[in-house]
């Protein structure tokens, strides 16, 4: 069975400090995998998408992310972390039946706290 | 260009009871899907919606419905309403199915079961 797994489930690091956080699929064929942020009291939003060809994906707000199918993973990096960045965040992988984005396995997320 | 739209905000209602949410996707969008978000659970795929047809059903029981109207606004329902279904209630929507397509979530609608 499909599922993703967010080893941290709090990461609390210092305002320009680097970040990554950690992700983990299980998943039989080639993977559909997201990165999603959450704040408070809002929904989700997209920070990036990893299909196919490069395994090194760069999203929006300077968030990055690497595929490695060797380790199953899908780590979010950030070289430079502001305030604005505390929130959650959340590792996905797309499960649609016939390609479909709408049916998604997210992991637990992992909250990020900044400190200044 | 409106984001994804949901109605009631907040919700409390009691056990035994059944409730109704409703999602206005993007303008243009015809594939909606819903999510329940608990502490516990996390993230949880509940339905999915494409031209008024559900096209996925995640692993919940049969007191969670769904449709999805011409206009491509969707409701859920819950009947019979447990404790256990105080969630945050997410609605997302896409333009298309395919896998390429982006997904933007609403803010959820907030249900409190007392």
């Known amino acids: 069975a499909q599922s993703v797994t967010q080893p941290d489930i709090h990461i609390t690091v210092s305002e320009g400090a680097s970040l990554e956080l950690r992700c983990n699929y299980s998943?039989?064929?080639?993977?559909?995998l997201f990165w999603y942020v959450q704040s408070p009291g809002q929904g989700l939003q997209l920070l990036l998408k990893?299909?196919?060809?490069?395994?090194l994906v760069q999203g929006i707000k300077g968030f990055e992310a690497e595929f490695k199918r060797s380790q199953s993973s899908f780590n979010l990096r950030k070289p430079s972390v502001h305030w604005s960045d505390a929130a959650e965040y959340f590792c996905?992988?797309?499960?649609?039946?016939?390609?479909?984005?709408?049916?998604?396995?997210f992991g637990k997320g992992t909250k990020l706290s900044v400190k200044p | 260009k409106a984001g994804v739209t949901q109605t009631p905000r907040y919700l409390i209602k009691t056990r035994g009871q059944q409730v109704t949410l409703s999602c206005s996707p993007i303008?243009?969008?015809?594939?909606v899907s819903w999510y329940q978000q608990t502490p516990g659970q996390g993230l949880q795929f509940l339905f999915e919606y494409f031209s008024e047809t559900q096209r996925n059903k995640g692993n919940f029981p049969g007191r969670f419905s769904g449709r999805q109207f011409s206009n491509s606004r969707s409701e859920m329902n819950v009947s019979t309403l447990e404790l256990g279904d105080s969630a945050l209630y997410l609605c997302?929507?896409?333009?298309?199915?395919?896998?390429?397509?982006?997904?933007?979530f609403g803010s959820g609608t907030q249900l409190s079961v007392l």
């Open positions: 996905a992988v797309g499960a649609g039946y016939g390609g479909s984005q709408g049916n998604l396995i």
């Open positions: 997302a929507s896409t333009r298309d199915r395919g896998q390429e397509e982006k997904l933007f």
């Open positions: 303008s243009g969008h015809r594939s």
């Open positions: 998943y039989g064929a080639t993977p559909y």
């Open positions: 990893y299909f196919s060809g490069d395994t």
